[in-house]
């Protein structure tokens, strides 16, 4: 059935008045028109109304008219029969909180109501979630009796909201700009253009995130200059910024804005925009840059890298690829920490799960540095720090796997030996050969020096390290079983150190079973205390846990969380572990198992091969089902290995 406009506006005036009994005599003035064609409008809207079984109109002679209906029915009917071009609920939040942020004027409930044809209710849900995404920013939503709803906190601190709108909402997984498409494509493309040309100029390549920002800040600043909204820098930044090179390629690039969309823009403007350019991360490596190779920047990176070479036995310090990619990000992140630009980190989740023993280290490097350079650095940033240590990871594996050490042992006397050898280096590259003896040598040499396993043409006995025996002239069968030997000596070391570890830190009297908490810091002060009783930590172990757990979540996904203190806090290795009565809420997670981690600063492999054995089980659901079914801590010991 087909309504006209004086129908809807009729439909959408009893919708917004949300169960008020109206006056026919007021409605019929309101809408222009009759009493008796009021009524006529009723009657067509109650057929309309009938496939709604919780909405109906109720008629009272003398009195006036009702509409009775359900909050979900509200919105359907208004989506439905009101609206000529809805809008998705992503596309209404981000207008909104777009709309309040720029607005110097209260926005009323009524005003959102009837611009998205969506009922108050919805519309003060919503805004309660916008308020509370706005505290990201020190910023507060202020809702002022009959005045309406405006948001309170500093030009900054508005833009960077502004800039960070498609954040609002975490269910925005399409990588989808919604800040772009409220400006039009003109203003987009020109500045857009503006900005390649500022690149291909200055010869500056900077990253696609980084082009998207800036564009973003672009426009923004563009519209808050028009609305006479500007930024305030203050003096001393001001005079600091005259030195930097990217204020003269600020100034080029204002000129082409002012020329196409003649706005003049304050000298706060180019400072702020400067500021942006900066902090603004870069594809190529400009370590030649003269504000790049500062010495605050190297040292912050020499300490970083230090710090977690010390306490991963990672050799940091020897990859000069690192240090390049460090430097240029490092410069990035403490600019944008400087001048209030956060980022959020879309792939925060998916690194602290893949990555949980590095993302730990890294965070409790950062620390470290915090207290040294007075440089907070948030964990959206860090876990970007986290992917340039586990690429250097990598490589520093890549290189030792490539010099895997072997002994050759041949009973046939030098000139086979050298054979076997020169065979080997030829097939195998990864493969350093340290030395060729005799059977009889073997136990000296060993008591002397380290190989990783041992090749020798005669069966060996009571020898501990890896062996495998083939034929000294290196035939296609043997090379077959000597890959087949490598392949599984490099699993079997891996797999088996893992086990070791968990098995080396867990004891019997640190699993608690059927534990019924209410929050994870209930978890861990029970854990920590149950370490500190036994001996294993200080008692500020405990605090430091609590810390940690409230500047990041250590939940890894799969029903687990891996709490843990600072290293210097513990006495002796060992991991505490619970087992929930109940899952709880641990950051976007849901955990069922805590395993609480103690581990010295001697200890880091045991550290690492233990959360790596956790980690493979997190990935395991039928392990995980598995840990959580044991009615007495010994069988939970025997499930555990």
């Not at 493979?616 to 079914?629: R, V």
Request: with cysteine; hydrophobic share 40%; aromatic share 8%.
């Amino acid at each position: 059935m087909n309504v006209n406009d004086r129908q809807k506006e009729l439909l959408r005036t009893l919708l917004v008045q949300n169960g008020q009994t109206l006056n026919i005599v007021d409605l019929s003035g309101q809408l222009r028109c009759s009493e008796k064609t009021v009524r006529n409008d009723l009657s067509i809207i109650e057929d309309l109304l009938a496939e709604y079984p919780n909405t109906y109109l109720k008629r009272q002679p003398g009195i006036g008219i009702t509409l009775k209906t359900q909050d979900h029915d509200m919105s359907e009917i208004f989506q439905k029969l009101l609206s000529t071009e809805p809008k998705t609920q992503e596309d209404r939040f981000i207008e909104m909180a777009y709309h309040l942020l720029v607005s110097n004027k209260a926005i009323t409930l009524q005003e959102l109501s009837k611009k998205y044809y969506v009922p108050k209710v919805t519309i003060k849900k919503e805004l309660d979630t916008i308020a509370d995404w706005l505290t990201n920013y020190q910023l507060e939503l202020i809702s002022k009796p009959r005045l309406g709803n405006i948001i309170q906190g500093s030009e900054l601190q508005k833009r960077s909201a502004l800039a960070h709108l498609s954040e609002l909402l975490s269910s925005l997984s399409d990588h989808k700009n919604y800040v772009l498409e409220l400006f039009l494509p003109y203003e987009i493309a020109t500045v857009k253009n503006a900005l390649n040309e500022l690149q291909h100029k200055y010869s500056i390549a900077f990253t696609d995130a980084a082009m998207e920002s800036l564009l973003v800040h672009a426009l923004i600043m563009m519209k808050r200059t028009r609305q006479k909204s500007p930024v305030t820098v203050p003096n001393n930044e001001k005079e600091a910024i005259y030195s930097y090179k990217e204020y003269k390629i600020a100034l080029s690039f204002f000129e082409q804005l002012e020329a196409v969309f003649r706005i003049k823009f304050p000298e706060d403007e180019r400072i702020y925009f400067t500021w942006h350019l900066i902090s603004g991360k870069r594809k190529n490596d400009i370590v030649e840059d003269p504000f790049i190779k500062n010495e605050l920047l190297l040292n912050i990176i020499s300490d970083l890298t230090t710090k977690l070479s010390s306490i991963t036995l990672f050799p940091f310090e020897k990859d000069e690829i690192l240090k390049s990619g460090l430097i240029v990000h490092v410069h990035s992140v403490i600019n944008r920490i400087k001048y209030g630009f956060p980022i959020t980190n879309p792939l925060l989740p998916n690194i602290k799960k893949m990555y949980p023993y590095l993302f730990n280290m890294v965070l409790l490097a950062l620390n470290e540095i915090k207290e040294t350079y007075e440089l907070e650095v948030p964990e959206d940033e860090a876990a970007y720090l986290v992917l340039h240590f586990q690429a250097s990871i990598e490589r520093l594996k890549e290189s030792r796997e490539k010099q895997r050490r072997t002994l050759i042992v041949c009973h046939m006397g030098v000139g086979m030996s050298h054979l076997l050898q020169a065979k080997i280096e030829q097939h195998y590259q990864d493969i350093q050969v340290s030395a060729c003896i005799g059977k009889a040598e073997l136990r000296d040499y060993l008591r002397n020096n380290e190989v990783d396993f041992i090749i020798s043409t005669v069966e060996l006995e009571k020898v501990n390290i890896p062996n495998i025996t083939i034929s000294p002239l290196l035939e296609a069968k043997d090379k077959e079983k000597l890959n087949q030997f490598l392949t599984e000596m490099e699993n079997n070391q891996h797999a088996g150190s893992k086990e070791k570890a968990l098995t080396q830190l867990v004891r019997g009297d640190l699993v608690l079973l059927h534990v019924d908490k209410e929050h994870p810091f209930q978890v861990i002060e029970m854990l920590g205390n149950v370490l500190y009783e036994k001996g294993f930590v200080h008692k500020e172990f405990i605090h430091s846990a609590l810390l940690r757990e409230r500047k990041s979540s250590t939940s890894i996904g799969g029903s687990i969380a891996i709490p843990h203190g600072h290293p210097t806090m513990v006495n002796r290795s060992a991991i505490a572990i619970a087992l929930l009565k109940e899952p709880l809420d641990w950051g976007n997670e849901q955990v069922s198992i805590v395993f609480m981690l103690a581990i010295t600063t001697e200890d880091p492999k045991l550290n690492r091969h233990a959360v790596g054995q956790i980690v493979d089980y997190s990935e395991t659901p039928s392990i995980i089902q598995s840990l959580k079914e044991p009615k007495n801590v010994k069988e939970f010991l025997e499930k555990l290995k």
